[in-house]
């Protein structure tokens, strides 16, 4: 009896353990309340593929759409086409509030910069500004954005304000179309 006991004990020990772990992990991405639409869009400083911090304000004036992304994810994979449709359409146009054109700002959640920097490749994404920490799920503009599934993007003004969150295919392009002037 005694040693059931022992390992009963050892059992609730380990799961109080375990718990906690999952608890943490997982709670990570709700840290920060996720912005919303008519909120500014927090600041992220990431670094591109060759090591060079590319901060999303110095994109100022433009409309961005803040596209979070990884490699390995097959839905992400699949909307890129539509997103650099996008941005083949808009990149030159004038739009309300947001005067310089369009652009994208990638935030990869990959944990690998060679399977991140292919993937570039490989689906033609031509903008610029292309960031990450490689650190997955841990990414912190992730984190701040309180993303927990991707593909996810938050479209933005020359102002930084959010617009619109979440759009896919041909609800970015109707949305583009709304701002142009």
């Known amino acids: 009896m005694k040693r059931f006991s022992v390992i009963l004990l050892i059992f609730a020990v380990l799961s109080a353990g375990i718990y906690g772990f999952i608890s943490s992990s997982s709670s990570e991405n709700s840290l920060f309340e996720p912005p919303k639409v008519g909120s500014k ?3 992220i400083r990431l670094k591109n593929p060759k090591g060079v911090e590319m901060p999303l304000s110095d994109i100022k004036g433009k409309i961005v759409l803040i596209d979070f992304w990884a490699s390995w994810c097959g839905p992400c994979r699949n ?3 539509n997103v650099v449709e996008a941005y083949k359409k808009f990149k030159d146009k004038k ?3 947001g005067k310089d054109g369009f652009t994208v700002y990638s935030v990869s959640l990959d944990k690998s910069a060679e399977e991140w920097k292919k993937a570039i490749k490989e689906d033609k994404l031509k903008w610029s500004y292309h960031v990450s920490d490689l650190k997955g799920w841990k990414n912190e503009a992730a984190i701040k954005y309180g993303v927990r599934a991707i593909p996810s993007n938050f ?10 969150i979440d759009l896919r295919g041909e609800q970015l392009e109707g949305k583009l179309n709304e701002l142009l002037k």
């Open 79 to 81: 909307e890129n086409p």
């Open 41 to 43: 869009a927090p600041d």
């Open 155 to 164: 479209l933005i003004d020359g102002t930084g304000t959010i617009l619109a």
């Open 95 to 97: 739009f309300k509030n």
